[in-house]
């Protein structure tokens, strides 16, 4: 995309209400408009970054068997009700509204619910199970503050899965292949290295339950990790017990500073036992569906990257998420036909080839240009100029490293393929 | 896919509350689940079909420079009320709910404020415009009756695309280029002979507005229309000013039953003043921007597309929607394994070939089978059993045409490229 054609443009300052770094940085670059506190939309650049996290999960989460649909965000009380989590005592989160013809809705914070009562209509036989399902879904959420920029919105894109199981150990053995799924994800997105599969209190079915924490400067947790045999434990749980069955003293923990970025729920057979979900087992005996859920919050994980992966001068995007692979600046001089030439020319060549690239063709100083591409932090920077046409080369900036190198045209394919 | 593997199924009878023949057709095979009056899920089946459309439009709406991004849900009572869209006399669908921090706050139903505003941090000079942008996004109306299925929803996927030029010159033509794309849409939805671009009333900026109106036997409107001509009018603006502006009388025009596929709207600079989006001119003159708003409901159209092309066993999808564009189905009998093998290599090699196929290779009843299939409505429906390997052949029918052929692997082959 010729960045002339991009209406957004960055800025040096992000609005003075705005305390989140992710949220700052997201702003200044272009990629997010902040609508009203923990609500934002997602301008070209942004909407980019938001569907490449959510084609690396929609991957992963196929490649396990899950089929995607799409719930709806008006929510009916009588079934929540069901489940007792209609009232604001037991989810503090609801958004209601009243219906033109009568009768209260919420909008949906969450997605259990609905998702067992549609299967109530697929579902009655053993033969029907295992099944899986996600969706990408904005799920909103009455939160009393929202100052995390997207990484806690009121308004968000989140992944929900949820398997409906014949029992526990069927439920188990999909449990740990989303764990693994889960974890292919975060080295997609760049951060596998700082994500732990942290273990957390467990609910009615269930000793413990997993929660997904990356390490993070501004994170609201706090877990104990050890890096070389991955074991993390997040407080709740931290006690000798917890310490002995994991085969760890205290002492081999490190207490870091951390981002939950998925979570993965046992409900066990009570959301079943109350919605009615039950099917017939080849013995011909009625058992309610062993219900599991799994979230990733798309935006959260955006915000989370934005904040990670930056530095003074702006964002660094990990190569998989972002906007675009390559940011192409020509600096037209004196001799300036030449450099528009060849800078087209090229931009021509890499496009025809696939690669995603952001080509700043416009007519401002060098280093409002360099500025303004270390701000949007796409991963690698090619500058032509009179300077590069002069020694046949090009100039090639990695945003991570800071590493400059003059590349002839075939060594910059071969450095992207 | 295999059919096995998708949790939906087939079903005899819609919900008994169900009265929109889009929405029966789309339940009973298992594209949509009612959630509640005018609220509908989108299954497995139904996200196909809806992203297929939401593609096509994406593309021709991308071809006339319109840049995605995706706006919020949530939206301010400020700045609605800048406009007078606030009250809900002047609004009659607005959802609106209550912030936990204090504060009301409503549920977008159309989004011409927020994008003003947001422009309003990227337009300043005439060098910024024109600007296109669009997004998909998920609409709530409080419509008070909703007994349209899918067609007219409570919840419902809109694609909203606004312009934003120097006046109104460049508004018309960006309008204009807009009708042809729409059209471009239309006609690879497979209604483009059936759709007219019809005139209505226009506002205080134009004489007329445009609809795109879709020939269809359930449709709440009545145009009249010259097939020959292409033209077609509405009952707000018949009359002998009109006809004779567009050269034709009564006589010549046939009255049709329509369902309103798109609309297209001229604000000019009335949300711009109202808003405070103005551009400097290159003379240094201060001058509000013209606006535009164009309107095609995907899950509408969705809607009407099952209805218009399905007769007494299902829907008939135009090829370029249809959840898959092979329905591979195995006939399994006593020499099963044959049958098996050459079914399971055809869906290899037909899937290798990047061709979307559903097989079914479930072990049910043929007459079940092609039940299914005739609802389900898959444009090609290939059969493999031991009639068909005894033959050396496949039995390929044509779920519009009903005609069936005998085909080599190749003459298949060769019919979907």
């Known amino acids: 995309m010729k960045q002339s054609q991009l209406f957004t443009k960055t800025r040096k300052e992000a609005p003075s209400d705005e305390v989140a770094k992710n949220a700052e940085l997201l702003i200044r670059g272009g990629y997010i408009h902040k609508e009203m506190a923990g609500v934002y939309a997602y301008l070209p650049l942004g909407l980019r970054v938001q569907n490449k996290i959510k084609e690396i999960v929609r991957e992963e989460m196929d490649a396990i068997g899950g089929q995607e649909l799409i ?5 009916r009380k009588e079934l ?4 007792k989590r209609w009232s604001d005592d037991a989810v503090d989160v609801w958004f209601k509204t009243e219906l033109k013809a009568g009768g209260e809705v919420g909008l949906a914070w969450s997605h259990e619910e609905p998702i067992a009562d549609i299967m109530k209509g697929y579902i009655s036989s053993f033969r029907d199970l295992p099944i899986f399902v996600y969706q990408f879904q904005t799920k909103l959420r009455n939160e009393l503050r929202a100052k995390s920029g997207i990484v806690r919105g009121r308004e968000f894109v989140m992944k929900d899965m ?3 199981c014949l029992g526990e150990a069927d439920h188990t053995k999909f449990y740990n292949e989303t764990i693994e799924a889960y974890m292919r994800v975060y080295e997609r997105l760049g951060i596998g290295d700082d994500t732990f599969v942290t273990f957390a209190s467990g609910g009615a079915f269930t000793k413990f339950s997993h929660e ?3 390490i993070a400067e501004t994170g609201e947790d706090v877990i104990y990790i050890n890096r070389g045999k991955k074991i993390a434990i997040n407080k709740e749980v931290l006690n000798d017990e917890t310490l002995q069955s994991l085969g760890v003293t205290r002492a081999d923990l490190e207490e870091v500073k951390t981002a939950e970025v998925g979570n993965i729920f046992n409900f066990g057979t009570q959301k079943s036992e109350d919605l009615g979900l039950y099917y017939t087992s080849e013995k011909g005996e009625k058992i309610p569906v062993w219900i599991g859920s799994y979230g990733i919050g798309i935006t959260r994980v955006m915000g989370l990257l934005a ?3 930056s530095d003074e001068k702006g964002i660094i995007w990990p190569a998989n998420v972002a906007p675009f692979r390559v940011h192409l ?3 037209v001089g004196a001799n300036g036909g030449d450099v528009k030439k060849e800078a087209d020319n090229l931009y021509e060549t890499l496009t025809g080839k696939g ?3 952001l080509y700043d063709e416009r007519d401002l100083r060098p280093g409002e240009k360099f500025a303004d591409s270390d701000l949007i932090g796409i991963p690698t920077r090619v500058v032509i100029s009179e300077k590069t046409l002069a020694v046949g080369k090009l100039e090639v900036k990695d945003r991570k490293t800071g590493k400059v190198e003059m590349l002839s045209e075939s060594d910059l394919l071969s450095k992207l393929a």
Do not use: G, R
């Open 329 to 331: 600046i020509s600096l």
């Open 71 to 75: 719930m709806t965000a008006l929510q």
């Open 212 to 214: 997904f924490q990356t």
């Open 355 to 357: 690669i995603e690239v």
């Open 80 to 83: 929540w009700e069901k489940t």
């Open 162 to 164: 949820y398997s409906f």
């Open 307 to 309: 904040e990670k992966f």
